[in-house]
């Protein structure tokens, strides 16, 4: 089942159960002829309308993928914003299909009017807060899940056969770098295995990941790989997806070096500015759609997804002759 299926699901069934109950609350205390009664159902349709305005604004604003300090206070906001607009539409449809059909009310219109309003406040939070808590735990279980096929797709058996290959030839020639591959091959796949349990690493860490992988790679492309790096400080602190910028420079790789009898060079940029991280991945080669589409960023761009919401961004380009790969991350700091 898909989660917008769910998600219409659970939305109507629950406002159509809440709209029963008060139906079922008012005649027990106070019955009023079918007609009416039936015109108090439309109490549900005002909390999908604007329960689904939330959403909309939860989505919009990537609201789920902030720390939960912003999470709560934006929740706060929301709540009797929600309370008020849902007031209005419970109102609107009580003064056209509910009211028409009673005689003089016993309490005051004020009266009706505030106690709605502070029901419906309660509706509203209780609302956000399973909404919020399914999607944060609906999320977790998923990214987990999308590790583990980021793992199973980037830690690639054609990876280790050519790594053990090329080690296998410098046993001989060369102990020491042999040596030196063993430490960076036993370094990527500790980081590989630590990183399955977590949703997030900093970028100092993924860097050092990523200079175990192009060492090994060094020694399989000798001099048709160089590397250019232009890294901005500020930025290692940042938390981002495990195997992220790992996943755009193997695609580097594999799609632009591997194909150029020359070689060439592989531009590696991060720069944190306003708030927003930029990831870049450059290397000479063509683009092609089975870039666009291939596993490894096809699930990078899930576990984006997943972690920042719309806000994040995944972009493939052709610029200046070279394949440009860019990661963009809201950073809550």
Request: hydrophobic share 50%.
């Amino acid at each position: 089942m898909s989660n917008a299926r769910l998600y219409w699901i659970c939305q109507l069934s629950g406002w159509a159960v809440y709209a029963l109950l008060n139906m079922l609350l008012v005649n027990m205390y106070y019955p009023i002829p079918l007609r009416a009664s039936l015109g108090l159902l439309t109490y549900g349709l005002a909390g999908v309308l604007v329960t689904h305005g939330l959403r909309h604004w939860i989505q919009r604003t990537g609201l789920l993928g902030k720390n939960w300090q912003t999470i709560l206070w934006q929740a706060l906001v929301a709540i009797p914003i929600g309370a008020m607009l849902l007031t209005a539409l419970i109102m609107l449809f009580w003064r056209l299909l509910v009211a028409s059909q009673l005689g003089k009310m016993q309490i005051s219109m004020q009266s009706f009017v505030l106690g709605t309003f502070f029901n419906m406040h309660f509706m509203i939070a209780l609302w956000l807060a399973i909404y919020i808590t399914v999607h944060l735990i609906w999320s977790r279980f998923a990214s987990r899940e999308a590790q583990l096929q980021a793992l199973q797709a980037q830690i690639n058996p054609h990876f280790l056969f050519n790594s053990l290959n090329g080690l296998r030839g410098l046993i001989l020639e060369n102990p020491h770098a042999a040596q030196e591959m063993v430490t960076r091959l036993a370094q990527l796949l500790r980081y590989s295995l630590h990183q399955s349990r977590q949703s997030t690493v900093t970028l100092a860490d993924e860097l050092d990941a990523v200079r175990d992988y192009l060492a090994i790679e060094k020694i399989r492309f000798e001099d048709r790989l160089q590397i250019h790096w232009q890294l901005d400080a500020d930025a290692a602190s940042v938390p981002i997806p495990p195997m992220s910028l790992q996943t755009l420079v193997e695609n580097a790789l594999k799609h632009g070096i591997a194909n150029q009898p020359e070689g060439g060079t592989v531009h590696i940029r991060t720069q944190l500015q306003s708030n927003t991280l930029c990831m870049e991945v450059s290397s000479p080669g063509m683009l092609q759609i089975s870039e666009r589409n291939g596993t490894g960023l096809s699930n990078l761009q899930e576990r984006l997804k997943l972690l920042h919401g719309p806000l994040a961004r995944l972009r493939l380009e052709k610029k200046d002759g070279a394949v440009l790969a860019t990661i963009q991350l809201p950073c809550a700091l």
